[in-house]
């Protein structure tokens, strides 16, 4: 079952911060995070495999509450070159099928 | 080390013709992925392989086929190509990072049926 995600579209100044949330109704063991600009491959940002886990990538961190079966992704100080879908995804129970949420589209204007 | 590879880049296809989108890595990983993705929306997984001669469903197989002979290529065919199979198609691989599984992707095919 698909992950859900929320919002759905975000608009932000430079500078602003923004929190995209990812949750399941089903158990999740892990939650990955992708971003895709305009036009291109997505791209890898962050596995987050522990409750309550979290992690960064440069401005960018995560959390992870399996109890809860959700993930935010948080964007701090945002950058122009932070636009792009965020994706959050999973893999099943056997790490083989992986299902991507629908995206959330983040616009950092200047 | 090109990482994944797909072509063609761009294809226009009518309907009930068939083609085969090619991808290759050189990264050694056991597993493959094929998704397609709709205008605007998510990605959806189409067919992975979790090595060669080992293929299986995703999401949202029916319309294609793969099939998995070598580590290295993973291509996928479409058979009486629909407009409904009008969409950019991404093939990725990956790979164990300590942490947790990593996909890379390809650039993408850009499939139009007309």
């Known amino acids: 079952q698909q992950p859900v995600q929320s919002p759905q579209a975000v608009i932000l100044r430079e500078g602003e911060d923004a929190v995209i949330n990812c949750s399941s109704s089903?158990?999740?063991?892990?939650v990955h995070w992708y971003r895709q600009k305009h036009g291109e491959a997505p791209v890898f940002l962050m596995i987050?495999?522990?409750?309550?886990e979290q992690k960064g990538h440069e401005k960018i961190s995560a959390s992870f509450n399996e109890k809860k079966q959700q993930s935010s992704l948080y964007l701090t100080a945002s950058q122009l070159s932070y636009s792009g879908t965020y994706f959050c995804?999973?893999?099943?129970?056997?790490?083989?099928?992986?299902?991507f949420g629908p995206g959330t589209r983040l616009s950092v204007l200047p | 080390n090109a990482g994944v590879t797909q072509t063609p880049k761009f294809r226009i296809l009518k309907i009930g013709q068939s083609m085969t989108l090619q991808c290759t890595q050189d990264?050694?990983?056991?597993?493959m992925y094929w998704y397609r993705q709709d205008p605007g929306m998510g990605l959806k997984l189409i067919y992975y392989?979790?090595?060669?001669?080992?293929?299986d469903k995703g999401e949202v197989p029916n319309g294609y086929n793969v099939s998995r002979s070598t580590t290295e290529d993973f291509p996928l065919r479409l058979e009486l190509a629909a407009p409904s199979q009008t969409s950019v198609y991404f093939c990725?691989?990956?790979?164990?990072?300590?942490?947790?599984?990593?996909?890379?992707f390809g650039p993408g095919t850009r499939l139009t049926v007309t």
């Open positions: 990725a691989s990956r790979q164990y990072s300590g942490t947790g599984y990593e996909q890379y």
């Open positions: 990264m050694n990983h056991n597993y």
């Open positions: 987050l495999l522990k409750g309550g």
């Open positions: 392989s979790v090595g060669a001669g080992i293929t």
């Open positions: 089903k158990a999740l063991y892990s």
């Open positions: 995804g999973t893999f099943d129970n056997y790490g083989q099928n992986f299902v």
